[in-house]
């Protein structure tokens, strides 16, 4: 079976190196001498999109759902029926629905596989994927995604995979606002940060934000550039939307993405680290978590 691999960024070029390591893998990437040093790491092979098509699975793992239209819009002229088009990013259920009619128009099928587990899960090959679509293209990707995944759902119908990963990425926004706040406020009164968060890592108010991310990013002052202030700030727009098109209560979620969208600004860039709003919120108090 052959693989084609679009979007080698941060999550996409390691998850194309296992893929390769098991499949026929094509790469295809905007700036093209990252799919050239891809080739050259993992034995795939840099081609152009008239290639690309020539894939039985074309994955995609781009910023937001509207450059993966505008990919499939590209690749229209060139994909042939029977292809399985598995889109990795963080997109938008109701983009993701016209995506895949416009590529059922060509006999392609299309499923929603959003990805968690962050840069490093992606590494070592234990992503977490939540995918919406049918359970017959379900089960035909299920195979090629343990290539680089240790958790693979099915959610649901089409576009549910983007709508539970919104969902997630705006629970981990209210963690990462919360906890800085918090944790701002102890050391603001004497407490050492270590200590804090060794007593709450051991206790109900625990989270990823307090077990892995704080201790490695905030505490060592190294906020690694690993997931986009502005990529989650696009997560929290896509849970509001589906927030909204539930119609359910939701204040608490739909105020987190006020404050990120907030951060963006006062931070004024998009590009920094997520876990920069702790920083944020420590200018605005003076204080250092230490
Ligand atoms: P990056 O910014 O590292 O990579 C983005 C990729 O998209 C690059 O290959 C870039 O190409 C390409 N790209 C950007 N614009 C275009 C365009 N107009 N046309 C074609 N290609 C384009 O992003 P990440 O890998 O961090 O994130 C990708 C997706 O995965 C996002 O939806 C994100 O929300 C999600 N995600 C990210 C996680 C993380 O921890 N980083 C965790 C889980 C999900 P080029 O090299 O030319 O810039």
């Given at each position: 079976m052959k693989i084609a691999f679009i979007g080698l960024g941060a999550m996409g070029y390691p998850i194309a190196g296992h893929l390769a390591k098991k499949y026929e893998t094509l790469v295809w990437n905007r700036t093209f001498e990252k799919a050239l040093a891809h080739a050259k790491e993992f034995a795939s092979k840099a081609v152009d999109l008239a290639e690309v098509a020539q894939a039985d699975m074309v994955l995609t793992c781009l910023p937001t759902s509207l450059e993966v239209d505008e990919m499939a819009r590209r690749l229209l002229p060139y994909l042939r029926p029977g292809t399985l088009w598995v889109d990795h990013t963080s997109g938008e259920p109701e983009m993701a629905k016209k995506t895949a009619q416009m590529l059922q128009e060509k006999g392609v099928s299309y499923l929603d596989a959003c990805l968690s587990g962050g840069v490093a899960g992606a590494i070592q090959a234990r992503a977490t994927v939540m995918a919406g679509g049918s359970a017959e293209d379900f089960a035909r990707a299920r195979p090629v995604m343990e290539a680089f995944a240790a958790k693979i759902v099915?959610?649901?119908?089409?576009g549910s995979g983007h709508a539970v990963k919104a969902v997630n990425n705006a629970l981990l926004a209210v963690n990462l606002w919360a906890l800085s706040e918090g944790m701002l406020a102890l050391v603001q009164q004497g407490v050492d940060a270590r200590l804090a968060l060794e007593v709450i890592n051991a206790?109900?108010?625990?989270?990823n934000v307090s077990e892995n991310l704080f201790g490695q990013r905030v505490l060592t002052r190294q906020?690694?550039?690993?997931?986009?202030l502005g990529l989650l700030a696009k997560d929290l727009g896509i849970c509001v939307s589906v927030l909204e098109a539930a119609g359910t209560p939701a204040p608490m979620l739909k105020q987190v993405r006020e404050f990120f969208e907030i951060a963006k600004r006062e931070v004024?860039?998009?590009?920094?680290?997520?876990?920069a709003v702790a920083k944020l919120l420590e200018r605005w108090s003076g204080v250092e978590i230490k």
């Open positions: 099915h959610v649901g119908p089409l206790s109900s108010g625990r989270s906020f690694p550039n690993t997931f986009a004024g860039s998009a590009e920094v680290d997520h876990t």
